[in-house]
């Protein structure tokens, strides 16, 4: 099986090569065949900027892979600031030894998780470390989106606000533990991994006011509800049963003693939206196939005290705190 | 000693407190400040984006650090394609354990040198990977830069242009392998590491045309001629006793078996300019503390075939190849 090679990362002739044959062939557009230091771009508004690296163990996993994710992820941070995500920088660490078959499905996966929202890969580097210095393949993406929604913020939330969440929560966390567990066999649990911008841009388009907006990625829902309701300094009250979660899902975590909303979303989005907004919200969600499972999950329910309630059915409540300690590793 | 934990990267609490305890103190602005998922821009101009990992080997070495070159080296590569660096993004992966004392030292030389071109990080990542999965430390930096120059191409070379290099080479490859070789304490080799925006600013105001201008990093002055001479199609020819080296540089060179102009260097220019330009350039150049040894070196000869060629002092000419093969890894 051909591998990676150390001189792949010498900046001479071999990674001219790898650059040519390999990148190109899954990258290619003309900006990023200049080849030049920089990419120049021309976009003529408010851009937003955002970057990520992917670490995640195992690289292939139920749903997709380190690929796919490290191209969805970016183009999700972009998504939720209300910014078309447009240009990508992509750099790769690389151990020595890692198989260019393995490169090469990843390649193919971030090309084909590109061409869902028409971002392209524009600038680019990539880096070999000796066999022992890295395990595999490390990913880091950075985001260029040019910003078409404004006024999305993690401290707009008021009294009377609505909670909506885009489908059901810990699919990807929950993925990743089965397969770590040596479980991924029994289990039909997938992780959620998925571009969202399509989605997004119809909820831009029906013209819902959306106040806050984040994906629910490490920490899970729970880091969000809580990021923001410090940011806001107010109360918010979520329903438990109205979280939607797998059965699957659910089966995993009481096996393994992990609470749902804590575990990371990769294909998943938390509103806060004004409660006039929230019946369009919804329709417009569930008509979109990545948010047929939406949900109205809770509300802001009162100013000057940053908690997040968990209600049960029977009505008793407990505070949902913010996620700490050694949470999964390596889950992006 | 105070250590990285794995949950300083859960996206919980911890990682919240390393954010704002640790981060902030060093990178404070408003916009990075927001900690939103993405940073929100407005620049209203072509822009220059660029990205680089580092992974260099020692993480501390004479001259600089991991931190500084991670923002000297994108620095630079905004810098030579004419665009003032604005923003970067930085993203962290941390090896479970890795000093916190270590990481506060980078952190400084990271915002030092941010400081001498007023460049600004306003979004970022950090991923904690467990034990033995990565060494110690690598960072992303990925720049966004004004391009205020416009026209520098590696396709510009034309018959008669003439090549000037900003100072000596190979300072920062034989700095690396001195280390390695822990002949540190003999030698008194310092990296060149270093932000370059303001010496080229010169440049620029000065009138200056600039045909082709790279930093030459991995790969050294002769993989930029060789790049050059491609994409342009064109034969340089380079005088060997006019390559800037510095004594101390040439010596570990032959001692190792290596030629300095293959070498990385992490503070130098390699500009192409037109004859009418050259007197114009080195004065500009030598003017500046960081271009004090400029120096044309060679010319482009002529059209039609695309080689670099080393012509010795006694007229004998050899080709200068492009690197290849396991050059020295983790340089950078």
């Given amino acids: 099986m051909r591998q990676i090679l ?7 002739k071999e990674t001219q090569k790898l650059i040519k044959d390999l990148f190109f062939k899954y990258f290619s557009n003309p ?39 490290a191209i969805a992820g970016t183009v999700n941070d972009l998504t939720v600031m ?5 240009y990508l920088s992509c750099s790769f660490i690389i151990e020595e030894g890692f198989p260019i078959e393995y490169l090469e499905k990843i390649l193919t996966s971030m090309s084909k998780e590109m061409e869902k929202s028409q971002v392209k890969i524009v600038t680019g580097d990539t880096k070999i470390v000796p066999k022992g210095f890295a395990d595999g393949i490390f990913i880091n993406t950075t985001g260029i989106g040019k910003v078409i929604y404004e006024g999305i913020s993690a401290q707009n939330l008021e009294e009377g606000d609505c909670i909506v969440i885009s489908g059901t929560v810990g699919d ?22 998925e571009s969202l911008w399509d989605m997004v841009e119809k909820v831009i388009n029906s013209g819902v006011k959306i106040k806050a907006m984040r994906d629910p990625t490490r920490g899970g829902l729970s880091a969000v509800l809580n990021e923001w309701a410090l940011s806001s300094n107010v109360e918010i009250e979520v329903e438990e049963d109205k979280i939607p979660v797998k059965p699957e899902v659910q089966g995993l975590c009481e096996l393994l003693g992990f609470e749902p909303y804590t575990l990371a979303n990769e294909g998943k989005i938390v509103f806060c939206v004004d ?18 499972d939406a949900t109205f999950i809770g509300k802001v329910i009162s100013k000057g005290k940053p908690v997040v309630i968990l209600k049960s059915p029977y009505g008793t409540r407990r505070v949902m705190e913010f996620p700490s300690g050694e949470l999964l590793p390596r889950i992006c």
Avoid: W
């Fill in 172 to 193: 990807h966390g929950a993925c990743i533990m089965a397969q770590r567990e040596g479980m991924e066999m029994d289990s039909n649990i997938e992780s959620d991994c």
């Fill in 275 to 292: 409660k006039k907004d929230v019946e369009k919200l919804l329709t417009v969600l569930k008509n979109h196939q990545k948010g047929k």
């Fill in 82 to 86: 209300g910014a078309k995500p447009l």
């Fill in 31 to 69: 900006i990023l065949e200049k080849m030049e230091d920089s990419a120049v771009l021309e976009i003529n508004s408010k851009i937003a900027f955002t970057t990520d690296s992917f670490t995640v163990y195992p690289i292939f996993f139920k749903g997709g892979d380190i690929g796919k994710l």
């Fill in 6 to 12: 150390l001189s792949h990362g010498g900046g001479g």
